[in-house]
């Protein structure tokens, strides 16, 4: 059965128009001009209409940095993938990538076919994955081959968390070989995670246990330097780099110097570092814990640094890094040793409206959020053309936005499994009205019209966004 989206302003990342936009089964049909005797003749046959008139007609989000069911310090992230992407699908997130994790001592590809156990059949939007690499072997390297050839193109590591998914330098370099010879890419939680540990153990022994400690021993300047140290470790293997959620205007003049020379080397930052800070980690009576994430909360300095760095392209993509642990029992963890709280925040469903606020603030146009949130994301990470584009021939993963509409953010009305809101009480304006996941109707008139299952697991391809 067709869809018309009639009477909106499709907007794209280059540029913006009246448009009709025709849903014929699971993709993009056409556009036409509105009221043009071709768009007449589709309203005599669509079997749904939906009027957007005063409305943004955009490309689903693409939410690439997510992490549903993770383990982390004894418990698990509390979104699954069904109620995960159900809360994206509310805040017009269309695709998320999350992240497969390989075990110490287990298979790469184990670890894949873990993270579909957990997702197949469970999720409300399409699906795909990255593959964090925590053991660096050569049986592994042989693996990350085979990841590609099966539509996982990218390859998280981390220069952060000794013990646990810490890589060396050496193999580091190991793996940037071995993706600048497949085409991969590798992400890097750029943080350095060996001096943090000596920062964190000396916190502690001098009583210093509240959740702020989190953030002041992980200092920016640290990730600063783990930052340009991965970038040179990328320049030598000649490795497409992508730092995730960046922070510090430290780490941020290393990737504009990088970008300025032709590397390539390419970050997003995340919603929570352009509107939180370190004051949040210190709200007393323990509610710092709710903003207990890594890289932590900044300084409010780096924030108006981060909005320049997505004006300027130094920072390509926007994500949300979603990883929620309940306050009640999980962040509590944490009580009387800030190094024992779970590490996350919920932001999943949020990610699309809060950037939409650096719109109405006039930082950044319509078009650059779209870009930042779906285009980008698409050809970043090899999914440009069935997503992140209104085009015909593409997914329809289409999302009506309005743009005068007011909500206020609140744990009593979002629909991710968390109990506390990092942004609650925030009025903002704009927000989504119908949500398409590949031409089937998941949110409109306030209402959850999806089912766990329709999403589907998407092969990537390589990278379309390398200089």
């Not at 010879?181 to 590798?186: K, L, R, S, T």
């Not at 430290?250 to 990088?258: I, M, R």
Request: proline fraction near 4%; charge should be negative; aromatic fraction near 8%.
């Amino acid at each position: 059965m067709s869809i018309l989206i009639r009477g909106g302003t499709v907007v794209s990342a280059t540029g913006s128009a009246l448009a009709d936009v025709l849903v014929d089964g699971e993709s993009v049909a056409a556009l036409a001009v509105p009221s043009t005797p071709l768009a007449e003749s589709w309203s005599a046959v669509a079997g749904t209409v939906i009027d957007a008139t005063g409305k943004y007609v955009i490309p689903g989000g693409i939410d690439v940095h997510t992490h549903m069911e993770l383990p982390f310090g004894g418990t698990f992230a509390s979104d699954t993938f069904e109620t995960g992407t159900r809360a994206a699908a509310w805040g017009g997130t269309t695709t998320i990538v999350d992240f497969a994790v390989q075990s110490k001592g287990a298979s790469l590809l184990a670890g894949i076919e873990a993270w579909h156990a957990k997702a197949d059949g469970n999720c409300a939007i399409d699906y795909g994955f990255h593959a964090i690499i925590s053991d660096v072997n050569e049986a592994a390297l042989k693996e990350m081959d085979a990841a590609v050839e099966a539509g996982v193109t990218s390859f998280k590591m981390f220069m952060a968390y000794p013990g646990v998914f810490y890589s060396t330098d050496g193999e580091i370099f190991l793996a940037m070989q071995k993706a600048r010879a497949n085409g991969a890419v590798i992400m890097m939680h750029a943080e350095n995670g060996i001096a943090i540990d000596q920062l964190v153990a000396q916190a502690l022994a001098e009583g210093r246990t509240d959740p702020v400690y989190h953030g002041l021993t992980r200092p920016p300047e640290l990730e600063g330097e783990a930052t340009s140290r991965a970038i040179q470790l990328a320049k030598v293997t000649g490795a497409p780099l992508y730092i995730v959620h960046l922070t510090a205007s430290q780490a941020l003049n290393a990737v504009t110097e990088a970008r300025d020379g032709g590397q390539n080397v390419f970050a997003e930052t995340c919603p929570q570092y352009l509107y939180l800070a370190l004051d949040d980690l210190a709200k007393p009576d323990f509610e710092g814990a709710k903003y207990v994430a890594s890289p932590p909360l900044r300084p409010r300095e780096h924030t108006e640094a981060l909005w320049k760095g997505l004006r300027t392209n130094d920072l390509s993509v926007i994500s949300t890094d979603h990883c929620p642990f309940c306050f009640k029992d999980q962040k509590e963890l944490g009580r009387g040793d800030f190094s024992k709280i779970p590490n996350g925040m919920p932001g999943v469903e949020h990610r699309m409206d809060l950037i939409y606020q650096g719109v109405a603030a006039g930082k950044i146009s319509k078009e650059r959020w779209v870009e930042l949130c779906s285009t980008t994301p698409a050809r970043m990470f090899g999914l440009y053309g069935r997503k992140g584009v209104i085009a015909p021939g593409a997914d329809a993963d289409i999302v009506v936005y309005d743009p005068d509409a007011h909500q206020t953010i609140s744990a009593a009305t979002h629909h991710m499994n968390v109990d506390y809101s990092a942004y609650e009480g925030m009025e903002i304006t704009g927000r989504v009205d119908t949500v398409l996941s590949r031409g089937s109707v998941v949110i409109r008139d306030g209402e959850f019209h999806g089912k766990s299952g329709h999403g589907q697991f998407v092969r990537r391809g390589l990278s379309q966004y390398l200089v």
